[in-house]
């Protein structure tokens, strides 16, 4: 035995500093003055590297130095074929994955509150979903409100108010999410489609009916369905443009994401006929237009979408050298493709070698593809303009508003937006 490195008593399990640094002490004994090489022990992979990509990059160089690791498991004595099996890329390890899967399939199993709890109900000291008694009072409120009267079934069912109308009643009488914020159109529909407050617990493929008290019973529920059906919205026309923010425009009031809004209005002309027009806007999902209208309160934004996308490219046009030179664009896909890419080839390099189809340097140029894939999505190194920025500025521009919002995303961080501001946040 040339040397022994063990972790101190007191080190946590996940400390991979601690372990990075006795790997490199272990190192310096085999390069220093009067160093000797010797055979690296190790229980198994997962006692000597975090994951996949740290076992290979160790391997080889133990292998230039002359030497290689053996695990005492005498099912894998082998350290690559046992890294195969327990470390994961990035420390994604296999066998932790499937622990958490499995824990998390039976506390479904067993109807146990997994992540938040819907509203009206919180988390009891068994687990379950509990109701909580003010909140289970809207709920009920919310489903009666918009199931409207009892329709005979073979009836057209009459309903009751709209998702903006019970939402502002909600707000006049000062309720506010869980969040603090107003009650919007979208929370309202969030609610009524949410089984839940049938009793039933629904998650990752488990179902169980009568795992908690509901709050709505299930013929409201299923009236408040028949009038969602009724009343489903047109859909987009065929070939609609998208949005050309859809997805960074926030207000400047609360913080919440625009959404994307099509107006119809048709008329009769003095002639008799008919026509029709389309109007486009960015609204805040807090916005309670009558209530800012009547009421001296603060104003949610609320933007005709052409004025605002015209502000936000006029002033991504004027972006200078010294901001360009500080831009990094995100472009999300083909950098995501590229590290997916070198991750599976990653992944059948190292099966192949552990199948003895190879050796240990067969497996150095994948590694730096996905070393250098990995890299090339953070770019902080790099100094002066990145190469794509005047291309995605020039496609900003451009009359394909799919390409457009892909190039305005890539250099956007986010817009913010009030009644008479517009500010661009860019990538840097």
Sequence with gaps: MVAWYEP?????????????????QMIASFTGQGARLALVLVPDASHFAEDLETLVSRL??????????RCTDPDRPDALQSGEGLLGLGGRSPQR??????????KASRGEVLGRT???????????????????????EIFETYAGPWHAPESKPLGGPGFRAIARSINDRGFRTRTGRPWSALAIAGILKNRTYLGTYTRYGVRIAGSHEPLVEREIFNRAESVTRMRRPVRKQAGEAPYLLGGIVRCDLCGRGLFGLTRRRSWKRSDGTTNSRSYRYYECPSRDARRERNEDVARHSSWHADVLEDAVLRDMQRWGERVKKKLRPVLGDSVADEIADAERDFNRAVRMVASAY??????AAPLKRLESARAGSGRDDVEGPDPNV?????ETRGKDVAVAKTAVSALVERVVVGEERVEVIPRF
């Design 390 to 394: 005047d291309q995605l500025l020039t």
């Design 97 to 106: 994955q499937a622990r958490i899967r499995d824990s998390i399939v039976a």
């Design 358 to 363: 190879g050796t240990l340097q067969d497996l």
């Design 118 to 140: 819907p509203y009206g109900y919180e988390a009891g000291a068994d687990g379950l979903l509990k109701p909580v008694q003010g909140e289970a009072g809207i709920v009920r």
């Design 60 to 69: 080889l160089e133990l292998d230039r130095l002359g030497t290689e690791v």
């Design 8 to 24: 101190a008593e007191d080190e946590a399990p996940g400390d991979f500093d601690a372990r990075h640094d006795r790997y490199r």
